[in-house]
Nanobody, 122 residues
Framework: QVQLVESGGGLVQAGGSLRLSCVASGNIFRSNAMSWHRQAPGKQRELVAAITSGGNTNYADSAKGRFTISRDNAKNTVYLQMNSLKPEDTAVYYC????????????????WGRGTQVTVSS
């Protein structure tokens, strides 16, 4: 099976920090780009940050300067360091591998974790 497991969410006051982790199962190739998305109640899911296998990154405007995406390919784990959190960052955060190549599966598919809740209080 293909699995992405997020952790690190929780309740934090505005201005605080959290670090999210996403552990990818071993059959997900480390050459894949990985990304973080979030979805607030009543809103569509949006891209927060993405990182390629080579370390190139992209961020949503709302995340630039506050969030940092990184990865440890040896552990097949991607991280999202979130600083200076705001109440509007409150959402379920999802880890994704899009156009994802997996050992033993032909072609490419999108895979999503179950999400981790981040709540920022004022």
């Amino acid at each position: 099976q293909v699995q992405l497991v997020e952790s690190g969410g929780g309740l934090v006051q505005a201005g605080g920090s959290l670090r999210l982790s996403c552990v990818a199962s071993g059959n997900i190739f480390r050459s894949n780009a990985m990304s973080w998305h979030r979805q607030a109640p009543g809103k569509q899911r949006e891209l927060v940050a993405a990182i390629t296998s080579g370390g190139n990154t992209n961020y949503a405007d709302s995340a630039k300067g506050r969030f940092t995406i990184s990865r440890d390919n040896a552990k097949n784990t991607v991280y999202l360091q979130m600083n200076s959190l705001k109440p509007e960052d409150t959402a379920v955060y999802y880890c994704a591998c899009q156009r994802c190549k997996v050992l033993g599966i032909l072609g490419a598919n999108d895979y999503w974790g179950r999400g981790t809740q981040v709540t920022v209080s004022s």
